[in-house]
């Protein structure tokens, strides 16, 4: 089998080394070594993209994957009579996943064909991503999922005790704390009582974060959080002298936590500033602070983790307007009711006069005049206005989100032809494609109506919009066909970055099996093609494609994830994201991988 013609100005560099790494794991011979990621491209003549097996192949997936030891083939089938002798693998607590609202976890054996030591590594290296509402979905999947990988009990342990943490460093205390009460009694380690404790906390439960400091645990792993854990317990219960002999002893052994001390000196009823105190505070900080009854200091709280700002923020009364990066914080991680936040934002001039952030007072003075809009073509006004504000500060995903549920309930009507295109991005890119569908058609209703040049410029909004549309999946008149990509051309001549969007478009519409011709790649080569500075990791893209190859999940998320990076699908580069993309469809993900596109199609300005 050869390379389609249509896909020669695209094959990587790595084209050798990535199908040599496929051919170790598959039988199947080739004329010539070719690039795996086309290979996942259906080439078509028609418009409407198909579903059909990849053309590398000729046999299913699951046949081409290496058998294991000692295990039976189709060739091998016990006779008759036969006493056939298996062991089972004991049943470890890692195999037990969170219930997920959607039912959508990535499947008991995602993480089949990966050793426990590797997939610990990969879990270690992902950050949590903030500009990414796709990438937030793959990686809360990824670790709500329950699934054991190939290895001994102490990486299962390590798995398992990794999914915890970052549940909670998340902000997913509600999924921590049902993780950790379906673990057995035999299961619960020092170190998951310590994670049951902080969960206790930030969920207000001091008394059982309390019951949890038992003497056997004090003096093991992780002393000093159980020493500090049973004076605050001790201040709790009013055995204020143990609690000073404690503390005392604490500080003698030159225990280095200013903000500790500082807060029990306060609950023990001294004077102290709290607004000189420099963060990150625990969750241990979190419950002291509020049991001191007073407003908690944003210094502190702008400086923790994602676990400490969400339960903030569920303290009614006690954020100020400052609060405001922090609720920004929050909505990129989908960890805050961004309508109940807009509804009850204080419009604090006093605070915005002395804001050094200019778009955070920007977004302060709109959310408060979004607040107060007195109409529906008043609130689009301001829709607008935060969402372009957003888009030139860098902040459009978390704005973005923070204003999804004023969008959702806005009535779909004509606010201008800007505010509309803008909303069927935003709602695509949250996978929303029934709302999306609602305002598309209110675009193209628009092209009928109006002067001339009214009509010609929404026509000209339609043909852009039906890249977003096809790229997303999503239902609709828009169709792909031999005049499309010229007709996209025209429209967007004198367009800033037309170069670099045209690559981008032809590059996804091949991933998702629309037909590109020759002809349409050719006329590239018309325009100035610069060489992108766009962040690439040829490691992991290779060993992506070889995972996805193998139909290995968990290993092709994990893995994805780490080659988009924390900073979004846009930064990176098109072979990345196409690898990705690929990859994502080849084992199933298909509407995932589409909305990585379509994130990208937005922020980059497709």
């Avoid at 699951?62 to 089972?88: F, H, M, R, W, Y």
């Avoid at 509402?133 to 329950?146: A, H, S």
Wanted: proline share 3%.
């Amino acid at each position: 089998m050869t390379s389609s013609p249509n896909n020669h100005g695209y094959v990587w560099a790595c084209t050798a080394l990535v199908f040599g790494c496929a051919l170790s794991f598959t039988a199947i011979a080739q004329e010539k070594p070719r690039s795996l990621v086309p290979a996942f491209i259906e080439n078509q003549t028609g418009g409407v993209p198909k579903t059909a097996p990849d053309t590398l192949f000729d046999k299913p997936l699951t046949d081409q994957a290496p058998k294991a030891l000692g295990t039976n083939t189709d060739n091998e089938k016990p006779k008759s009579g036969d006493i056939v002798v298996e062991q089972l693998s004991a049943i470890h607590p890692v195999s037990i996943g969170v219930p997920s609202v959607e039912g959508r976890n990535l499947g008991r054996d995602m993480w089949q064909g990966t050793t426990g030591k590797l997939a610990v590594n990969l879990l270690e290296k992902i950050k949590l991503p903030r500009h990414s509402p796709q990438m937030l979905d793959l990686y809360r999947r990824l670790i709500f999922t329950g699934a054991s990988a190939a290895g001994n009990n102490s990486e299962m342990d390590q798995l398992l005790d990794l999914r915890i943490s970052k549940m909670i460093s998340a902000g997913w205390i509600d999924a921590a704390q049902s993780l950790l009460e379906r673990l057995p009694q035999v299961s619960q380690t020092v170190e998951r009582k310590r994670y049951m404790s902080n969960v206790a906390l930030l969920e207000g439960r001091a008394k059982d974060a309390c019951a949890l400091t038992a003497n056997s645990q004090i003096g093991t792993s992780g002393a000093i959080y159980w020493r500090k854990l049973e004076i605050f317990c001790r201040v709790l219960e009013d055995k204020l002298d143990r609690a000073e002999l404690g503390a005392a002893l604490l500080e003698e052994q030159g225990e280095d936590d200013p903000l500790f001390f500082t807060l029990f000196a306060a609950l023990m009823g001294d004077k102290v500033d709290l607004s000189a105190e420099k963060g990150p505070a625990t969750a241990l900080h979190f419950a002291m602070m509020k049991r001191l009854q007073n407003d908690i200091e944003m210094n502190i709280i702008g400086a923790s983790g994602v676990d400490v700002q969400k339960t903030l923020m569920l303290e009614k009364g006690r954020a100020n307007a400052a609060s405001l990066q922090v609720a920004l914080n929050l909505a990129s991680v989908q960890g805050i009711d961004a309508a109940a936040f807009v509804a009850d934002f204080k419009n604090d001039t006093a605070q915005m006069a002395g804001s050094d952030d200019v778009s955070n007072s920007t977004y302060q003075v709109l959310l408060a005049a979004l607040k107060t809009a007195i109409d529906d073509q008043e609130s689009a006004t301001y829709l607008q206005a935060l969402w372009q504000s957003a888009a030139e500060s860098g902040d459009w995903t978390s704005v973005s989100a923070l204003t999804l549920p004023t969008l959702v309930t806005l009535p779909v009507g004509n606010y201008g032809p800007e505010f509309n295109f803008s909303a069927v991005q935003l709602l695509l890119s949250y996978g929303k494609q029934a709302k999306a569908q609602e305002w598309e058609r209110a675009i193209r209703r628009a092209a009928f109506r109006g002067t001339p040049e009214q009509r010609l410029a929404a026509r000209k909004d339609i043909t852009k919009l039906d890249a977003y549309v096809l790229l997303s999946g999503m239902k609709g008149i828009a169709r792909w066909n031999a005049s499309s990509f010229t007709n996209w051309m025209t429209e967007t001549s004198g367009d800033e970055g037309q170069a670099d969007n045209a690559m981008f478009l032809l590059s996804m519409m091949e991933v998702f099996g629309y037909s590109v011709t020759e002809e349409n790649w050719e006329s590239l080569l018309y325009m100035d093609q610069k060489l992108a500075a766009s962040d690439s990791n040829h490691a992991l893209e290779n060993t992506l494609v070889v995972a996805a190859v193998q139909g290995h999940v968990g290993k092709t998320v994990a893995l994805s994830l780490l080659a988009l990076g924390s900073e979004g699908p846009d930064k990176v580069s098109l072979t990345t994201l196409r690898a990705v993309t690929s990859a994502l469809k080849k084992v199933g993900l298909v509407k995932e991988a589409r909305q990585l596109a379509v994130e990208a199609a937005v922020l980059r300005g497709l």
